[in-house]
């Protein structure tokens, strides 16, 4: 099984936890319907999904405060020994989103 693991990082590749005291929340679906939600985490800005199968999946970053509010990637899982690491970047004395850092690695 394979693991999506999401991370908010700001312009500087430091770790934002919240805007305005609001977390991020991520959620996972597969052929549109929701799977999973979860709630970034205060101290490190990530959040993941584990034991996926092999699949095609889009991952959604939401939050109210920033623009825009929610934010979309599309994963597939080719193999059941990957881990996804998706970095959503956002500028942060702005609260624009800039861009998403995508890659794959193995699972040890």
Known sequence: MSDIFVMIRNQDNNALTSIDGIAFVTLLRQDGQPLAEETFDFIYADAGFDDLPVGEYTVVVKHELVEPQQTT????????????????????????????????????
């Open 73 to 108: 990637y599309d994963v597939k899982i080719i193999s059941e020994d990957e881990v996804i690491l998706l970095t959503f970047v956002y500028l942060e004395p702005e609260w624009v989103f800039l861009r998403i850092r995508a890659a794959v690695e193995k699972r040890l």
